[in-house]
């Protein structure tokens, strides 16, 4: 086996240097081939780039910060502290053949310190790729960007997700306008204003609530910031981050997200790129590149991105409205189709603003259409999940079993780490299903008094059996229509099972 | 360039069982071969180190260390302790303290000297060597012999 290591310590005089001879000889002594470079004061001669590309496994041990780490992107990766490498080489040596046989930091689960545990982790998963090289196609590393930035996602869906669920279910779906305002079922509610007095307006139900919402609010943000995390690394967080707020604000949604993490990381390795006088080099991480890319990616998304999106819904709405009177199956069939076509995104949210409006002027038609296609993309997809495992990393199957209640609870926000993993995909199979979806409830004619709930509303609802009869249709439909589209001209997800299989790790 | 190491640096009988005394006694015989100008700075240089993560290792090792700026060569200054001195590892206390002092800026040539010597402190043949030389000038030409080849 061929391993890489690169050592490093506070002072650079001692310890990395024990280290690299430390694993030096444990790994001659189990028969590999190492290559150390030692990131002390005597300066790292660096391990050359055709080394790296041809080692299995790479150990880390370092104290701090591992330059120029990104050399190693993709590699299964071994990290502990340089203490360990001298206590224990050859312990971390067998690591690094357990990470090298998985392809994945699974070596480091027997016996490390917790903290260098957690760091692997940490650091495999902000890793875009694992078996890919560097040149790989670049729709293999797109998929590893965009599945890096949805696992750090989707503990933020669970956790909203679930706590939003729970506060239907414990203060019924007023909750929602008792914390943010509005009106349900004729009854106006003032929004909190002031958080010292959330419990006492909205009861603990209200709390879970806003706790949920807060964790929602910041999907957008987390999928963009480690969209570019994985790109261009920690430099590129901050305008990740900030270019997924401005996509919040903006409505833009988790697309828009998207696109704000995909410009941060290609802003951030561009600038990386241009050659700066030895004296800056240093500030570039820190300072220059966070503030150019921020500016940069800040700028974009207000000015061109944000105008286009404005004018898109006022285009939206207004041809909606056109429709009102025409079939009302056609309708059904335009809104499932909006609904599930962002999913909180400005598409969507000129549907949903539409079945409010109509709700307000008493056709409650409308409203129990848009909710049931909100319902079916979560429940499709984690009907899929449990139907065609191998179609899904092991990440993705995890967020099924959340999306279930999600989906139940009508929060379509759960289906959104699936569609940004694979957009192409998974969102023409979303908007099959809740276009069916929309039409069946136009055809049945349900009426919903309720906006939002969904099946714990369901006692609002008229003809509920037909209701959840047509939410099942559609979860059906949405379920098969992805499995179809992943099934053609894609390799199964297992190619990108290591990365996601790591996400886990450091998820859990 | 002086030698890395020299009889008057070696103290085959450390009493103290402070990790901050016994690396204070080491220092003085730095300072009074001129190897460290002011005392002060450098053991404040060596506690800064120390703090980050004690520097002892497994094997009964203890390695203070600092670069700073009242060295003025690369020196080893080496110490043995009978009853050990906590210094900081899982598996006990140090017996062999080797108090390691690089001049801030050094080159890497300098630098090159005490990497080489901080790999041979991994072996365990030069650690029993070092545990059992009888003198001071046993310690000095074995460490010139593995870590300078001379």
């Known amino acids: 086996?061929?391993?890489?290591?690169?050592?490093?310590?506070?002072?650079?005089?001692?310890?990395?240097?024990?280290?690299?001879?430390?694993?030096?000889?444990?790994?001659?002594?189990?028969?590999?081939?190492?290559?150390?470079?030692?990131?002390?004061?005597?300066?790292?001669?660096?391990?050359?780039?055709?080394?790296?590309?041809?080692?299995?496994?790479?150990?880390?041990?370092?104290?701090?910060?591992?330059?120029?780490?990104?050399?190693?992107?993709?590699?299964?990766?071994?990290?502990?502290?340089?203490?360990?490498?001298?206590?224990?080489?050859?312990?971390?040596?067998?690591?690094?053949?357990?990470?090298?046989?998985?392809?994945?930091?699974?070596?480091?689960?027997?016996?490390?310190?917790?903290?260098?545990?957690?760091?692997?982790?940490?650091?495999?998963?902000?890793?875009?790729?694992?078996?890919?090289?560097?040149?790989?196609?670049?729709?293999?590393?797109?998929?590893?960007?965009?599945?890096?930035?949805?696992?750090?996602?989707?503990?933020?869906?669970?956790?909203?997700?679930?706590?939003?669920?729970?506060?239907?279910?414990?203060?019924?779906?007023?909750?929602?306008?008792?914390?943010?305002?509005?009106?349900?079922?004729?009854?106006?509610?003032?929004?909190?204003?002031?958080?010292?007095?959330?419990?006492?307006?909205?009861?603990?139900?209200?709390?879970?609530?806003?706790?949920?919402?807060?964790?929602?609010?910041?999907?957008?943000?987390?999928?963009?910031?480690?969209?570019?995390?994985?790109?261009?690394?920690?430099?590129?967080?901050?305008?990740?981050?900030?270019g997924g707020l401005i996509s919040v604000e903006i409505g833009a949604g988790f697309l828009g997200g998207l696109v704000a993490g995909l410009i941060a990381g290609a802003v951030v390795i561009w600038i990386k790129r241009v050659k700066v006088p030895r004296g800056m080099a240093g500030i570039m991480p820190v300072v220059v590149i966070p503030l150019v890319s921020t500016l940069i990616v800040g700028a974009l998304m207000l000015v061109v991105i944000g105008q286009p999106i404005a004018a898109l819904q006022n285009g939206l709405e207004d041809w909606l409205n056109g429709l009102s009177g025409s079939n009302a199956i056609l309708l059904g069939i335009i809104l499932g189709l909006m609904m599930a076509f962002d999913m909180g995104g400005p598409v969507n949210k000129v549907a949903y603003a539409f079945g409010l409006a109509a709700l307000a002027s008493g056709n409650l038609k409308i409203m129990a259409a848009v909710m049931a296609a909100g319902m079916t993309p979560p429940l499709g997809l984690a009907l899929a999940t449990v139907i065609r495992k191998n179609q899904f990393t092991r990440a993705e199957r995890q967020a099924g079993e959340a999306a279930w209640l999600l989906g139940a609870s009508f929060i379509t926000e759960g289906a959104i780490p699936f569609a940004a993993a694979d957009p192409l995909r998974v969102i023409p199979g979303l908007m099959v299903g809740s276009a069916v979806t929309g039409a069946l409830v136009m055809g049945f004619g349900n009426e919903s008094r309720a906006p939002h709930g969904g099946i714990w509303v369901v006692g609002l609802i008229s003809k509920p059996i037909l209701y959840i009869l047509a939410i099942l249709i559609g979860t059906a439909v949405t379920a098969a229509a992805v499995i179809i589209l992943k099934t053609t001209g894609r390799k199964q997800a297992a190619d990108i099972e290591p990365a996601a299989s790591r996400q886990a790790t450091a998820a859990s | 360039m002086a030698d890395l190491i020299t009889p008057d640096l070696v103290d085959l009988n450390l009493t103290q069982t402070d990790r901050g005394e016994a690396t204070r006694a080491l220092a003085e015989r730095l300072r009074a071969a001129g190897r460290v100008t002011d005392l002060e700075q450098f053991l404040a240089d060596v506690r800064a180190r120390e703090a980050q993560m004690p520097t002892g290792i497994e094997g009964g090792i203890g390695l203070p260390h600092c670069r700073s700026v009242a060295v003025v060569e690369p020196t080893l200054g080496f110490g043995r302790s009978d009853q050990g001195i906590d210094w900081g590892a899982a598996d006990g206390p140090a017996h062999l303290i080797f108090l390691i002092a690089a001049p801030e800026g050094g080159g890497a040539e300098h630098m090159g000297i005490l990497a080489k010597l901080a790999r041979k402190l991994i072996h365990p043949s030069f650690r029993d060597s070092l545990r059992q030389a009888p003198d001071p000038e046993t310690v000095v030409s074995l460490v010139q012999k593995e870590v300078l080849g001379q």
């Open chain 1, 1 to 242: 086996m061929k391993i890489v290591a690169v050592t490093s310590c506070p002072t650079g005089i001692a310890h990395t240097y024990m280290a690299a001879e430390a694993l030096e000889q444990a790994a001659k002594d189990a028969g590999h081939d190492i290559q150390v470079e030692t990131q002390g004061a005597a300066g790292a001669e660096a391990v050359p780039d055709s080394a790296i590309a041809g080692a299995d496994a790479v150990v880390f041990a370092a104290d701090v910060e591992v330059r120029n780490r990104e050399r190693f992107a993709g590699k299964p990766l071994v990290q502990t502290s340089v203490k360990r490498a001298i206590n224990d080489a050859p312990g971390l040596i067998a690591e690094a053949e357990a990470a090298a046989r998985t392809g994945g930091a699974g070596g480091v689960l027997a016996g490390a310190a917790a903290e260098a545990r957690e760091a692997a982790a940490m650091e495999t998963a902000a890793r875009p790729e694992t078996k890919v090289d560097e040149g790989a196609g670049i729709g293999t590393r797109l998929r590893q960007w965009l599945m890096t930035g949805v696992s750090y996602m989707i503990p933020f869906v669970a956790a909203g997700g679930i706590l939003i669920a729970l506060a239907f279910l414990l203060g019924g779906p007023e909750v929602a306008n008792k914390v943010n305002g509005g009106t349900f079922e004729g009854t106006e509610y003032q929004a909190v204003e002031d958080m010292s007095k959330l419990i006492v307006q909205a009861g603990y139900a209200g709390l879970l609530f806003k706790i949920g919402a807060t964790a929602f609010s910041m999907l957008v943000p987390i999928l963009a910031g480690f969209i570019a995390y994985a790109m261009g690394d920690r430099p590129a967080l901050v305008a990740g981050i900030v």
